[in-house]
C-alpha cells in the first residue's frame, strides 16, 4: 500500500511522465528547430504576446513583418520571416512561440544564428515544466484533492504538524506565492522601473515559477477523489484523516 492509501501509484507516475514528455520536447525542440533552418534567416524577431505575428510576411498574421516607422531603408523593422513557409517541424515548434511569446530579440537566445521561438523566460519556465514533472513522476500522490496531492510532494515529517493544525492551505499558498515570486519581481521591477533584467536571470526566475506550474498541473490531473472508497480510505501525514464537519466541509482532523 503506498503512503496515499492506495495500492499503487501507476496513475500519478503516468501523469507526470506526460506532462516531463510533452514539456521535455519543447523544451529541446526551441533549441533544435533554429538549426533544422538556413542560417541567419530568423531574426530579429519582435512579436507580441498571445498574437499571431509571423504567420506570413504579408496578409493574414504579418504584424511582426509590416513596416515600422522605425525600420531601416525600407521601412522594415527586421528581415521578414514566415514559420508557415519553413519546414514542418519548425513551423510547429515557431508558431507555437508566436501565439505564445512577445519574442523580443533582446531577450532571446539564438542557436546556429537564428533567434530562438521563444524567450529566455519561457525557456526557464519549460525547463521547470519539465523538472515538475519528473519530480511528480517519482514523488507525487493522489491525496484527494489537488491541493493536498500538491503537498504531497514535501517530506512527510514536515506536514506532520501542518495537518494536525489543519493549516495545509496556508502551506499550499506559500509554497506557491514563494515559487512566483521571484518572477513577478523581475518582471515588474522592469514594467515599473529603469531596471532590465539579463536573460541569465529570466531563465532563473523562470524555472521555479515553471516548476510550480508542472507541480500544480500533475495535481489537477491526479487527485481523484473517485480512487477511494471514502474520504476516510486517504492517508495523510500524521495519522491525519478527511472527516465530514457538521457544515458540510471536509476538512482533516
Request: aromatic share 12%; hydrophobic share 40%; charged share 15%.
Amino acid at each position: 500500500m503506498e503512503r496515499n492509501g492506495l495500492p499503487d501509484r501507476m496513475r500519478e507516475a503516468k501523469i507526470g511522465r506526460w506532462v516531463l514528455g510533452v514539456c521535455g520536447f519543447l523544451l529541446v525542440s526551441f533549441f533544435l528547430a533554429p538549426m533544422t533552418l538556413e542560417e541567419g534567416s530568423v531574426g530579429p524577431l519582435q512579436g507580441r504576446a498571445n498574437a499571431i505575428d509571423y504567420y506570413s510576411e504579408d496578409g493574414f498574421g504579418s504584424h511582426g513583418n509590416q513596416a515600422t516607422s522605425e525600420g531601416g531603408a525600407d521601412g522594415q523593422c527586421c528581415p521578414a520571416f514566415a514559420w508557415s513557409e519553413v519546414n514542418f517541424y519548425a513551423a510547429i515548434i515557431y508558431g507555437f512561440g508566436d501565439v505564445n511569446c512577445h519574442q523580443k530579440s533582446e531577450r532571446s537566445w539564438e542557436v546556429n544564428n537564428n533567434q530562438l521561438p521563444v524567450c529566455t523566460r519561457d525557456v526557464g519556465i519549460f525547463a521547470g515544466l519539465f523538472i515538475g514533472g519528473v519530480v511528480f513522476s517519482r514523488r507525487g500522490w493522489n491525496r484527494w484533492t489537488v491541493r493536498d496531492t500538491c503537498l504531497s510532494l514535501l517530506p512527510e515529517s514536515m506536514l506532520h504538524g501542518v495537518y494536525a493544525k489543519n493549516q495545509r492551505t496556508m502551506l499550499w499558498l506559500a509554497c506557491g506565492m514563494l515559487l512566483c515570486v521571484p518572477l513577478i519581481a523581475d518582471g515588474f521591477l522592469q514594467l515599473l522601473t529603469s531596471y532590465e533584467s539579463t536573460n541569465f536571470k529570466r531563465v532563473l526566475t523562470g524555472v521555479p515559477f515553471g516548476f510550480g506550474l508542472g507541480i500544480l498541473l500533475c495535481s489537477m490531473f491526479a487527485a481523484r477523489a473517485e480512487a477511494f472508497f471514502g474520504a476516510g480510505q486517504v492517508l495523510l501525514p500524521g495519522e491525519a484523516r478527511f472527516t465530514l464537519a457538521s457544515n458540510g466541509r471536509q476538512e482533516s482532523e
